[in-house]
Every structure is written in structure tokens, then in C-alpha cells.
């Protein structure tokens, strides 16, 4: 599917091998592994550890059969994404980390599977080459639009709850702000046009978006 959407990425350009890949990322399985491993045992809180574990099945299973199962593979890596938070928050081990975690979980969660649905529309030509049945190929890149629509202003509704709730400053209000303006810039052109070209440069912005989102919960909590 790389080699007809992004023939430029390192594996369908011949740069990496298969073997290599493969082994790179048992490595890495190891590695994330081990860390959630000491982080627990240091801290006497064996709950990352089990999140470690669940995300190592749940990225296996993902590769091997999710990937081209109709939105779910979408929503696996939007869980994966929130998953991520959760896991920094059990680490803290805090009743409001662990709430505040769940939270930005949650937002990272809906934005990220709103991405992967266009990233979908946006690679319909190669999946559909391979023989892929990803949710715009079955339904319709219009109503795969409507749903990464939908999910996108769901977020933009959600950011300003963490300032209302007095869990983040108006710093975080203020440079969040400028996210929910490109998320919803973005929302409109996937739902007015649903071409290769406005796809991409959705799923750009829908990134850009959320990068700024990450850097407005690390000032916010200041």
C-alpha cells in the first residue's frame, strides 16, 4: 500500500528491509516493555506496567489484523494515542493526575482516530490496489467526511472544560484557542471537498493542531 500512497517512506523506498524493520521493532517492543517494567517496580505501581502489556498486544494485534478493519483500525490507533496519557497519569498516581490523564486521553483519542479516517480518504487509491476495505472505500469518502467532522468539533467543544474546571491556567485557554481555529478550518475543507490533495493537507492540519494542543497542556498546567 507505501509503495503506491507514500513511495517515499523508508521501507517501500528499499532504504530499510523488511528483516530490519521487523527486528527494529521487536526491539522496540523490548525496550517500551522493559521501561514500563522499572517505572512500576520504582514506584511500587504495577498499573503501567499493565498498560505497557496491554498496548504491546493491542499494537500487535493492530498490525496483524486491525489495521485494515473498517474504522476499528481507526479507533485502535486513536485508543493507543489516549492510552499514552492514561499511562503518564497512573504513573503520577494522583486521583487528580489519573482524572486529567483520562481527560486528555479521551480529547487525543477522538482527534487522532478523526485523522486516521482521513488519512484513509487520502490513501483510498492505494488501499484499494491491495485490496484493503477501510471505512471510505466501503461507505463513501462524503460520510467518512461528515464522521471526521463530527469528531473534530466533539473536541473543540471538549477544549475549554480542563479551564473551566480549573485544572489548567488561561495561558492554556488562550493557545488553545488557535488549535480548535485550525481543527475547525480543517473540519470545513474535508467536508466541502474529499479529493487526495484536500485529505493530505487536512491530516496535516488536524497534526499541527494537535502539536499546538500538546504544548498548550504543558503551559496551561503552569
Given at each position: ?8 517512506r ?15 521493532a ?30 504491546d ?25 489516549g ?50 476495505k ?76 494537535m ?12
Amino acid at each position: 500500500i507505501d509503495l503506491i500512497n507514500k513511495p517515499e517512506r523508508p521501507i517501500p523506498s528499499g532504504r530499510i528491509g523488511l528483516k530490519t524493520a521487523r527486528n527494529y521493532a521487536y526491539a522496540l517492543f523490548l525496550g517500551g516493555t522493559i521501561c514500563g517494567f522499572l517505572i512500576s517496580y520504582l514506584t511500587n505501581n504495577w498499573i503501567p506496567f499493565i498498560i505497557v502489556l496491554c498496548a504491546d498486544i493491542i499494537l500487535y494485534m493492530y498490525a496483524y489484523k486491525l489495521k485494515s478493519t473498517p474504522l476499528i483500525g481507526n479507533l485502535t490507533v486513536g485508543f493507543m494515542t489516549g492510552l499514552c496519557f492514561a499511562f503518564g497519569g497512573f504513573s503520577i498516581g494522583t486521583p487528580q493526575m489519573i482524572y486529567t490523564s483520562i481527560f486528555l486521553g479521551f480529547f487525543a483519542f477522538v482527534m487522532t482516530t478523526a485523522r486516521e479516517i482521513t488519512k484513509d480518504i487520502e490513501d483510498i487509491e492505494g488501499d484499494k490496489a491491495e485490496g484493503a476495505k477501510t471505512f471510505p472505500i466501503l461507505y463513501g469518502t462524503k460520510i467518512s467526511a461528515v464522521i471526521t467532522f463530527i469528531l473534530i468539533i466533539l473536541d473543540c467543544i471538549l477544549c475549554p472544560l480542563l479551564y473551566f474546571q480549573h485544572i489548567f491556567s488561561i495561558l492554556y485557554l488562550i493557545i488553545i484557542a488557535i488549535a480548535v481555529i485550525i481543527f475547525i478550518y480543517a473540519g470545513i475543507l474535508i467536508i466541502r471537498n474529499q479529493n487526495t490533495e484536500t485529505a493530505a493537507k487536512v491530516s496535516k492540519y488536524l497534526k499541527i493542531g494537535m502539536l499546538i494542543a500538546f504544548v498548550s497542556f504543558a503551559i496551561g498546567s503552569f
